[in-house]
């Protein structure tokens, strides 16, 4: 999503609702800008909470969510209706990144 001035912006978030990701198409709409989704995947449990474990990302005042909560959003994760971009996060990040630049690409 392009914010004010020209400027793009990235939003790193699960979405997992339609009221989510409604929060990201509204702002764009008013300001006549593209939103663009990517969605990033992990289709191997075990791989996925590994990356889970062993993560810190110490962010100021943000509490770590448990990994109940996480396996939680997970079962409640409703299906995309937008144009999306899906990644599998195990073909590794310069495939990735060359198919998400081609994307963004194709979208601008």
């Known amino acids: 999503m392009h914010a004010g001035g020209g400027q793009t912006t990235i939003i790193d978030a699960v979405n997992a609702a339609e009221e989510a990701r409604e929060q990201w198409r509204l702002p764009a709409a008013r300001h006549g800008v593209p939103v663009v989704f990517i969605e990033v995947v992990c289709p191997d449990a075990a791989v996925h909470r590994g990356w889970f474990e062993g993560r810190s990302r110490v962010i100021e005042g943000f509490r770590e969510p448990a990994r ?26 310069p495939s990735n990144v ?11």
Do not use: H, I, Y
Not at 98 to 108: E, K, M, N, R
């Open 68 to 93: 109940e909560a996480v396996e939680l959003r997970r079962k409640e994760f409703v299906p995309w209706s937008d144009d999306r971009l899906g990644l599998d996060g195990m073909l590794g990040l």
């Open 98 to 108: 060359a198919a998400a630049l081609g994307f963004l690409a194709a979208a601008s």
